[in-house]
C-alpha cells in the first residue's frame, strides 16, 4: 500500500490528467482509459495542446487514423510551427504509408526549425521510404553533421549505404520472427525500432536486442534502447538496470540521463527524475532536452521558481522549443496565486420555454499551499424571475493519495436557485492511473431536501 500511494498520480490538474493518461497508455496499454483522461484534461484546459497531441498519438497506436488527423490538425490550425505536433502528424502519416504527406509535414516544420534533429530525421526516413536514395543519404548526413551521436540517424544512414550496395538487412514482419543470426549489431538495433516502432512488437524488440548484446556487450545505444523498451511495458526496474550500466560507465552520456529521467517522471518519481537530470547538465550544461526534462520534474513537485528559471533557459537556447513554451505557460498558471473568472451563458429553447436564460457567473480563486479556495457570485435570469446565489469551493489536498472537493451555496431565490445546496467528495487516486470517489451532492429547494 505504501508504495501504490508514493506513485499516486494527481488529477485534479489537466498536468496530473496527461500523466495519468501517459502511465495507463505507457505502462498498461490502457488506451481507452488514457483517452478518458486526456478528455478530461481538455475540458479543464481546452487549448492544451501536449493534451491533444497525445491524444493524435493514441489514435495513431490503434489505428484511429482520421480521429489523429483531427486532433493534429486542431494544435496546427493555432500554431503552424508546433514542432510536436508536426512530428506527432509526420508519423502518422509514415506510419500510413503516405509518405509523400509525411514528407510535406516535415518540411513544414524545417522551414520553422531548419536545425530540428526529430525533423531531420523523419526527412530521411520517408526520403528512404520513397526510395529516393541520394536524397535520403544527403538528408542522413547533414543530421550526423549536426550530431554524430544520433542513434537512429547513424542506424538509418547504414541501412541506406548497405541496401545501396546490395547488402540484405533484416526485415521485421510484425507477426513473424526472423532470422538474424548473422546480422551486425547495428543490424539487430535497426530490427528492434523496426519491430518496436512499425509493429509495436515488444518482445521480439528485447530479442534482437539480447542478442545485439551478446555480439557487442558494451553497445550503449543498445542498452537505453533496452531501458526505452522495459519502461514502456511496465518494468522500471529492468529499465534502471540499463540506464544505469550506461551512466556508471560514462556518466555524461546524454541519451542514457534523457532515457531515465523519462522512465522516473513517468513513474511519477520527480525528485528522481531531477537528480537524473541534474547529474547529466554537470556534463552538458547547455543542453536543451535536459532543462527542459529539470523543468518538467520541477514543475510536477510544485517548485515553480526553480521550473520557470529552468524553462526559461530552454527558450533562450531555442525559443521555438513548443513543448517548452507550453509548459512556460502552464507554470505561469499553476504559480498563479489569485485568478479572477468571469462567464456569460446565453441558453434559447426552441420548445417548452418561451424565454431564454441569462447565466452570469464571478468568481475568484486562491491557490494556497492544502489546494484552492473558489468563492464565487452566481446570477440567473430565468423563468421570467432573477435571483443570485453565492458559492465557496475547495479541492483540499490530503497527500499524494487522497484529495477532497467541498462545496457550499446559499440563495434566498428559491426556484431560480436552490436555497442551499452542498457536496463533498473524498478522491482517492489508486495504483495504474485508476481513481475512485466517494461523496454524496445535497439540495434543498421550498420542500424536503434531496440527496445524491
Avoid: C
Avoid at 496530473?16 to 498498461?28: E, H, I, M, P, V
Avoid at 491533444?52 to 490550425?77: E, H, P
Avoid at 538487412?169 to 547495428?186: H, R, W
Amino acid at each position: 500500500m505504501a508504495t501504490a500511494s508514493a506513485q499516486a498520480t494527481d488529477t485534479t490538474t489537466s498536468d496530473g490528467l496527461l500523466q495519468a493518461a501517459r502511465k495507463a497508455a505507457f505502462d498498461n496499454k490502457d488506451y481507452p482509459r488514457a483517452k478518458q483522461f486526456l478528455l478530461r484534461a481538455l475540458v479543464k484546459s481546452p487549448d492544451y495542446a501536449d493534451v491533444r497531441i497525445f491524444l493524435g498519438r493514441i489514435y495513431t497506436w490503434t489505428k484511429n487514423y482520421d480521429s489523429a488527423r483531427i486532433a493534429f490538425r486542431q494544435v496546427l490550425s493555432r500554431n503552424p510551427d508546433y514542432e510536436d505536433a508536426l512530428v506527432a502528424y509526420s508519423d502518422l502519416e509514415y506510419f500510413d504509408e503516405k509518405y509523400e504527406r509525411s514528407l510535406e509535414l516535415v518540411r513544414q516544420g524545417l522551414r520553422s526549425d531548419p536545425a530540428s534533429q526529430e525533423l531531420m530525421f523523419r526527412e530521411a526516413r520517408n526520403l528512404n521510404a520513397m526510395n529516393r536514395n541520394e536524397e535520403a543519404e544527403r538528408s542522413v548526413r547533414k543530421l550526423l553533421l549536426l550530431n554524430p551521436d544520433h542513434a537512429e540517424g547513424k542506424t538509418l544512414l547504414n541501412n541506406i549505404v548497405t541496401s545501396r550496395q546490395a547488402v540484405t538487412t533484416p526485415v521485421v514482419p510484425n507477426n513473424t520472427v526472423t532470422k538474424v543470426n548473422n546480422s551486425s549489431s547495428d543490424e539487430l538495433l535497426a530490427a528492434a525500432r523496426k519491430a518496436a516502432f512499425d509493429g509495436r512488437n515488444y518482445e521480439q524488440a528485447k530479442q534482437y536486442l539480447y542478442q545485439a548484446l551478446k555480439q557487442s556487450p558494451d553497445y550503449v545505444d543498445v542498452k537505453i534502447f533496452l531501458g526505452r523498451i522495459h519502461t514502456w511495458t511496465d518494468q522500471p526496474d529492468s529499465a534502471r538496470y540499463y540506464f544505469s550500466n550506461v551512466l556508471s560507465a560514462r556518466p555524461e552520456y546524454e541519451d542514457a540521463a534523457l532515457g531515465y529521467s523519462d522512465l522516473e517522471y513517468w513513474n511519477d518519481n520527480s525528485e528522481r527524475s531531477l537528480a537524473v537530470a541534474d547529474a547529466a547538465l554537470k556534463y552538458h550544461p547547455a543542453s536543451e532536452a535536459l532543462l527542459f526534462r529539470k523543468a518538467r520534474a520541477l514543475n510536477a513537485l510544485r517548485r515553480y521558481e526553480a521550473a520557470d528559471s529552468a524553462v526559461l533557459q530552454v527558450l533562450r537556447i531555442n525559443s521555438a522549443n513548443s513543448e517548452a513554451r507550453s509548459l512556460a505557460e502552464r507554470i505561469k498558471e499553476l504559480s498563479t496565486r489569485n485568478k479572477i473568472g468571469l462567464s456569460y451563458d446565453f441558453v434559447y429553447f426552441d420548445k417548452q420555454f418561451s424565454d431564454p436564460w441569462h447565466l452570469l457567473s464571478f468568481d475568484y480563486t486562491r491557490r494556497t499551499g492544502i489546494g484552492s479556495i473558489t468563492g464565487r457570485i452566481n446570477y440567473a435570469n430565468r423563468f421570467r424571475e432573477s435571483g443570485v446565489q453565492y458559492e465557496l469551493e475547495a479541492y483540499p489536498r490530503l497527500s499524494k493519495t487522497f484529495y477532497t472537493y467541498l462545496n457550499i451555496g446559499y440563495s434566498d431565490k428559491v426556484g431560480v436557485f436552490p436555497a442551499w445546496r452542498g457536496g463533498f467528495s473524498l478522491y482517492i487516486n489508486l495504483p495504474k492511473s485508476y481513481e475512485a470517489e466517494l461523496g454524496f451532492r445535497y439540495l434543498k429547494f421550498s420542500g424536503d431536501p434531496t440527496w445524491i
